[in-house]
């Protein structure tokens, strides 16, 4: 009897070990300073349940040239030889397209999460251990929505040249450059330089722009091309636009910011990828786990910008709205 005891004793503490042995890689597409990249993060490690050992790898591909990408795939890659986890995170379009066909060919198990893209663009659809969750920008509900708010008649999206920028364009509008959302003329800018950037913001209301909605502002480059840090793009756009600003992400959004919108944050991202990683963990393989797309969305306003623009929200908006400073 003692030695069965002894040996059921010993099992449990080699099963116990291995659950707390199991180690995390995230490889981040940019980099820790991203409010993005923060929030999703925050959301992994939350929904996460269990002792595990995070590691994570940042490509910088909103701040390094694009022909750096590959060098910096490839040290992703390295690290994750190096770190050997029990299952990888990859976040958003950049991880996915320049290590998706990579990781297929292992058997860890893998979970994409911020991608634009459709999945399959990315040389993946055939692989047994990836699978994990879309992100859909809510252009047209946030533009909707934030009718309800102020009379919208033509209005400017304005975003970067990134990738993500890129796939939003061709996958969410269709590449068509003005498109028609209840009764609101939309027009589409993908601006990669600073100074057109800052000229296309000038010029909105001379344009006969009533709002812009903001996008992401992340990879603008001067005439040197050098990089624009995000935080000047988004405080300079605010302090010189002449029309109201909204945003489609909760990371553009504060007092000397955007209004406000309905946005996308990056914890609903995480959580929904933790969520996937929780089953595989417990034994489900990925192929048997469906794709998501996160839909969840949240109103969220500067009452700092509001009262600049004298902007008093609806009732039924207001209800259901997160106001900061």
Known sequence: MKFFINSVMLILIMFSSQIHSKSILIIESYHSEYPWDNSYIEGIKEGLKGDYE?????MDTKRIDQSEF?????????????????IVFLGDDNALKYLGTKFAEVDTPVVFLGINNNARAYNIHSATNITGVLERPLLKRSIVEMKKVVDLKKVLVLFDSGTTSKVTFDEVLKSKEKIQISGVEAHMKLVGSWNVWQETIKSAKNEGYNAIFIGLYHTIV??????????????????????????????????DKAIGGLTLFGKSQGLLAADIATQILSGAQPSKIQVKTGEKGKLL???????????ELPKAIALKATLIE
């Open 54 to 58: 995070f590691h994570t790898f940042q």
């Open 301 to 311: 306003f500067s009452k700092i910008q509001l009262k600049k623009y004298h902007i």
């Open 70 to 86: 590959d060098k910096s795939a490839q040290d992703a890659w390295d690290f994750y030889l190096q770190t050997k986890p029990s």
């Open 222 to 255: 001067d005439e040197n091309n050098q990089h624009i840090s995000a935080d000047e793009v988004i405080r300079w756009t605010s302090e010189n636009t002449p029309v109201p600003p909204f945003a489609f992400w909760d990371f553009a959004v504060g007092s």
